[in-house]
């Protein structure tokens, strides 16, 4: 099975502009959850996706949401983008969100300058 | 305090070595998860624990519900081992994960 895919891997974005992530799953994962990474404060949740439904949602301003399509792949919106949110973002699938292994994709890295 | 915390923040050994690294974590969980990262960001799930031990290779882990606390152990180390490990808690609904701040290990040859 192919892994988690994500697109663009690199991103260079300008202050107050918005970016869209993608997010594809393993085959058969409905779940998809996204993370940022930065050098300061680490790895932290975006949200969690499963069946097009939000089910959980980090500590992040509402310039950042999401949503999930039918066939569970996800997007990820940044609007009025800041420096701070030059990071990587990661996103990972799993079966659904119970007890099952998250799978992580490579990220895309985002630099706002 | 981080619900997640991790030491050491850094280790350096030598191949061959014995090396442990430690997770404890303040929240309920349903589950424990270690992750590996090497430079350029991916992340690989190296093993999802809810109770006990589990052994992959020359990578152990090991948890105790009642301590708080998790174990990753790497026996006979390799310079090729050397990357960030991460502990992440899962919480009792859901798949959000809550991180530690990792350690990066390196084994020199």
């Known amino acids: 099975k192919a892994g988690v895919t994500q697109t663009p891997r690199y991103l260079i974005k300008t202050r107050g502009q918005q970016v869209t992530l993608s997010c594809s799953p393993i085959s058969g994962h409905r779940s998809v959850s996204w993370y940022q990474q930065t050098p300061g404060q680490g790895l932290q949740f975006l949200f969690e996706?499963?069946?097009?439904?939000?089910?959980n949602k980090g500590n992040f301003p509402g310039r950042f949401s999401g949503r999930q399509f039918s066939n569970s792949r996800s997007e990820m919106n940044v609007s009025t983008l800041e420096l701070g949110d030059s990071a990587l973002y990661l996103c990972a699938s799993s079966l659904d969100p119970g007890l099952k292994t998250q799978y992580f994709g490579p990220g895309t890295r985002l630099l706002v300058l | 305090k981080n619900e997640v915390e991790q030491s050491p923040q850094n280790l350096t050994a030598q191949e061959g070595e014995f090396i442990t690294i430690n997770c404890s974590y303040s929240?309920?969980?349903?589950?424990l998860h270690w992750l590996q990262q090497h430079p350029g960001g991916g992340i690989v799930s190296l093993f999802m624990?809810?109770?006990g031990k589990k052994k992959h290779g020359r990578l152990i882990a090991t948890i105790n519900i009642q301590e708080k606390h998790s174990s990753l152990h790497i026996t006979a180390s390799h310079p090729r081992d050397s990357a960030v490990y991460i502990c992440?808690?899962?919480?009792?609904?859901?798949?959000?994960?809550?991180f530690g701040e990792g350690t990066q290990l390196t084994v020199n040859p």
């Open positions: 996706y499963f069946s097009e439904t939000q089910r």
């Open positions: 929240v309920g969980i349903s589950a």
């Open positions: 992440a808690v899962k919480g009792t609904s859901g798949s959000r994960l809550t």
């Open positions: 624990l809810s109770s």
